[in-house]
């Protein structure tokens, strides 16, 4: 298609260069005021005890329904916000709504946060935390932030801080999507991590017979347990990934199969019937 003479290379080449970069303007524009414009929302994904298979946990999960774009995954606008910086309100948001939401849960009941390493090098995160758990009326111990690798890398030492005050706070941390990022394991000698989440990649290659995924399971499970953390299982899809990981040793199950993410109050009704069920 570039293979023009001269000129013609030119003027073909650079106008979708610039549609590009004009497409993503839009969309940070259109970001910046989707919470006003009420398009965000927080879908909840239940986390189940492995053996038990009751709902220990949600995860609390970012949609934008864009007026202007319609549906927008967050594969694409999480990068964007955190680009920008939006992801700061925007986070500060998603802690409230989710501290919210998790009131109306059986008070066993957790509710997990994912939170960006741009967010972590806010120095008022912590006062966010204790404003959105103050207003909601949310006991610390009942969230979870999770936070992947990657928050270490560009000022690990704040990072660290930050979520050092996070959990004199009382709230957990969770590492997320483990083994995918630049691992380094000092922080986990460092951090008191509550939970070990094994990403996707090692549940879906271990289902599929892969050696590899099987040992790096079985070596993050060992690790965790002698760290005393506890492991969930990311991205089970059926009942034979879910016996697999169980039977070695991930304590806790996420995943397609035992729920995806769906809104409040399915979420809570899911609870609260689970509750009823088991009383009768
Ligand atoms: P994550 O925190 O690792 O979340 C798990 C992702 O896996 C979610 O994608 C979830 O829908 C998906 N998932 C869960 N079970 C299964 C399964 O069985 N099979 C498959 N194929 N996928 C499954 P989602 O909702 O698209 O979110 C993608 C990522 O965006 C999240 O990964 C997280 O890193 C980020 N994200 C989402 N919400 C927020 C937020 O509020 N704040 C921040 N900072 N990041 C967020
Ligand atoms: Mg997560
Ligand atoms: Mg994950
Ligand atoms: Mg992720």
Known sequence: QAKDDGGGKHRQFMPALHSNAQ???????SLR??????????????VVNARSENVVSFEALLRWNSKDHGPVSP???????????????????????????????????????????????????????????GDAALPAHRLEIEVTESVFLRDGRTARQTLEEVLALGCS???????TGYSSLGYLR?????????????VQGAAQGSQESLAIINAVVAMAQSLEMSTTAEGVEDAAQAALVRDMGCTKIQGYYFGRPMGALEARSLVVKRRNTAAA
């Open 173 to 179: 941390i969770a590492l997320d999507d483990f083994g």
């Open 23 to 29: 497409e993503r303007l839009k969309l940070e524009a």
């Open 33 to 46: 005021t989707a919470i006003g414009k009420e398009e965000m929302e927080l879908h909840f994904q239940p």
């Open 190 to 202: 460092t951090l008191r991590f509550s939970t070990i989440k094994v990403d996707r990649s090692f």
């Open 75 to 133: 594969a694409k606008f999480i990068p964007l916000a955190e680009d920008t910086r939006l992801i700061v309100p925007i986070g500060e948001w998603v802690l409230r709504e989710a501290c919210r939401h998790a009131m109306a849960w059986p008070e066993d009941i957790k509710v997990a946060v994912n939170v960006s390493g741009e967010q972590l090098l806010d120095p008022r995160f912590a006062q966010t935390v204790v404003r959105a758990l």
